[in-house]
């Protein structure tokens, strides 16, 4: 069965820290770029950051710019997101997509609230 499953999310404090996972079964993930999004409630959803391939290229939105960073394990199957520093604004469901398969997780919530 091919699917991505995210994991990490949960409550935290702003300024605190969580590092998702996004697992990919059924396919492998090397060879295809990577992103995250998130879609927080009566928004769209919106592209987070994405990585290429290899791992060799990143990007980011410019909220998150210097806060965030993606990465990827292809031995594992998995990719990243460590999340520093975290507000109040980046609260909302985080998804993991696979570019080229066009594949999405069901997405993991994050909550950043006092």
């Known amino acids: 069965q091919v699917q991505l499953v995210e994991s990490g999310g949960g409550l935290v404090q702003p300024g605190g820290s969580l590092r998702l996972s996004c697992v990919a079964s059924?396919?492998?993930?090397?060879?295809?770029?990577m992103s995250w999004y998130r879609q927080a409630p009566g928004k769209e959803r919106e592209l987070v950051a994405g990585?290429?391939?290899?791992?060799?290229?990143?990007n980011y939105v410019d909220s998150v710019k210097g806060r965030f960073t993606i990465s990827r394990d292809n031995a594992k199957n998995t990719v990243y997101l460590q999340m520093n520093s975290l507000k109040s604004e980046d609260t909302a469901v985080y998804y993991c997509?696979?570019?080229?398969?066009?594949?999405w997780g069901q997405g993991t919530q994050v909550t950043v609230s006092s």
């Open positions: 997509y696979a570019v080229g398969w066009n594949y």
């Open positions: 059924g396919f492998n993930l090397r060879g295809t770029g």
């Open positions: 990585i290429s391939s290899s791992g060799g290229s990143t």
